[in-house]
């Protein structure tokens, strides 16, 4: 994608972003433990020199779509399942296949607690974004195995989403009203998934 094109994307995001949080249909309270002020729905965003050093830092290189939304729209707050992670705040957790952590729920599946959202850095899956999850303490062939489930584009299901559109969408699913409890996650998982709110 283009500079124009994430331009375009991210003018998009932002007007439905700040459309749900005036509108009072982005929870305020579910998200305050991620945002610096209760006036806005994001953090402020971050400067080239903070991503940058972040990429120095770690040794990675972070996707363009979600390196323009951390420079033009904000680090962290409102967004899917417990909301978006701010990128300042972390140090060094870089996870397996050089993925930064996005986002945390809980809901089980089975015998699998799906718990992080993650966003591929590195190699040939860079850009997409992948759930994972551990097996619990019932299953005892493979207890605490970590599994993983990579998020695809639900209208094409072999194109890849990556954070641009995965946040666009949940922001069209909230002001359109729909359940966002397990946005997201495999829709294979069906009516067998059970989605726990803390």
């Known amino acids: 994608m283009s500079e124009i094109s994430y331009a375009t994307k991210i003018a998009e995001i932002k ?4 459309k749900a949080w005036s509108e009072e249909v982005i929870s305020r309270e579910r998200y305050r433990l991620l ?3 209760d006036t806005e729905p994001l953090n402020a965003p971050l400067s080239d020199s903070e991503l940058i050093n972040f990429e120095r830092k770690n040794g ?6 979600y390196r323009q939304f ?23 957790d870089i ?4 993925s930064i952590s996005i986002s945390n729920f809980w809901c089980r599946h089975n015998n699998v607690i799906w718990n992080w959202c ?8 860079f850009g997409r974004l992948v759930y994972t999850g551990m097996t619990d303490d019932t299953d005892e062939t493979y207890p605490n195995v970590r ?34 409890t397990s946005f997201g996650l495999p829709e ?6 059970i989605t726990f709110e803390w």
């Open 70 to 92: 951390l420079k033009l729209v904000g680090d962290g707050g409102a967004g899917p399942h417990k909301g978006i992670l701010p990128l300042r705040q972390r140090n060094g």
């Open 60 to 65: 990675i290189r972070l996707p363009e779509d």
């Open 118 to 125: 993650h966003l591929i850095c590195d190699g040939h899956n």
């Open 95 to 98: 996870f397996p296949l050089g």
């Open 35 to 37: 945002l610096a002020s």
């Open 188 to 193: 294979e998982l069906g009516p067998s998934l």
């Open 15 to 18: 007007t439905k972003l700040q």
């Open 147 to 180: 599994t993983e489930y990579v998020l695809t584009d639900l209208n094409f299901r072999q194109k890849n989403t990556d954070f641009l559109t995965w946040y666009d969408r949940w922001l069209d699913d909230l002001l359109s009203g729909k359940d966002i």
